[in-house]
């Protein structure tokens, strides 16, 4: 990256968030969560039928809540990416703050309405953990892009969730936190925007690399692939979603095919997006055909 580039990069970074300091909202984790319908597990062994939830919806959050549990990963992960200088730091550590509220808040919805057996949440928390995160060798280009995907696509996937879940509580929770990961996309969606606006080449590099090798953080969970196939099924999170509502509002605020006057590397890495795209099309295409076969 360029000195150039990364003068850009920090002084977007330092407006961007300023703005975040003043449109997000706080909010207090307990005031979410019906405490009124705690009991003890002592006296009332968990049992499945004590949750209202359907098993998507239950897969759905609880992967989204242990993948807020390693935290303290990803955390280490971006300061080794971000590096100590300012506004990076305060960035991170604030980024932290607030997910870390996600994970306080949807575990003790789970807990307080049993949505989920307390043993084996614990269990799979200790296993993600411990078995901690660590990212792809990626500069500091590729996160952003990364980043911005991923945010909008927990974004959409508690969204989905809360709607599907039937239960005004969650939904509630849910929409709440969405707001945050909105606000984070928003950030690093910008970061991206500058970025292009200095090292097309560079940038549009990253975002056809990250698209093309997307995957969510939580991999290490125990049995993600399960559960995520569940929650695909029921159409909170898959394939269609991934490029409708992630991937494909992305690449139209960046403006990736509208842009002019590009360098010819610019123009040669836009041409393997459009070979990406195609393939994502075809993959969707060919998960909706099994389904219509299935359901047939």
């Known amino acids: 990256m360029t000195p150039a580039l990364a003068e850009h990069l920090t002084t977007r970074l330092e407006a961007a968030v300023d703005r975040h300091h003043a449109v997000a909202q706080d909010w207090l984790p307990h005031d979410y969560v ?3 319908q705690g009991r003890d597990f002592a006296e009332l062994p968990w049992e499945e039928a004590q949750s209202r939830l359907a098993a998507p919806v239950r897969a759905a959050v609880a992967l989204n809540l242990l993948t807020e549990d390693n935290l303290p990963g990803y955390h280490g992960e971006l300061a080794r990416i971000y590096g100590a200088s300012e506004p990076w730091r305060h960035w ?5 703050a607030e997910e870390g509220r996600h994970a306080i808040v949807m575990r003790d919805y789970l807990l307080v309405t049993r949505a989920v057996d307390p043993v084996a949440l614990e269990q799979d928390r200790m296993a993600t953990v411990s078995g901690g995160f660590q990212a792809p060798d990626k500069d500091l280009l590729h996160t952003v892009a990364y980043v911005a995907l991923q945010e909008l696509a927990t974004r959409v996937s508690h969204r989905n969730t809360g709607k599907l879940s039937e239960d005004p509580g969650l939904e509630k929770l849910l929409t709440r936190v969405a707001t945050d990961e909105n606000l984070h996309m928003v950030l690093y969606r910008d970061l991206a925007q500058a970025a292009l606006e200095v090292e ?4 549009l590099r990253a975002i056809v690399d990250e698209i093309a090798g997307f995957a969510m953080p939580g991999l290490g969970i125990p049995g993600f692939t399960r559960r995520a196939a569940v929650v695909a099924r029921a159409g909170i999170y898959d394939l269609r979603v991934h490029r409708d509502d992630v991937v494909a509002p992305l690449l139209r ?7 002019e ?3 010819a590397e610019a123009e040669q890495v836009r041409e393997e997006l459009v070979v990406v795209m195609a393939e994502l099309d075809r993959r969707v ?5 099994r389904r219509e076969r299935v359901s047939a």
């Open 34 to 36: 019906p405490w009124d």
């Open 92 to 96: 991170l550590d604030r980024w932290t």
């Open 200 to 203: 097309p080449t560079a940038m």
């Open 253 to 259: 605020y960046w403006k990736v095919f509208e842009l």
């Open 261 to 263: 006057g590009l360098p």
């Open 285 to 289: 295409e060919r998960l909706t055909s």
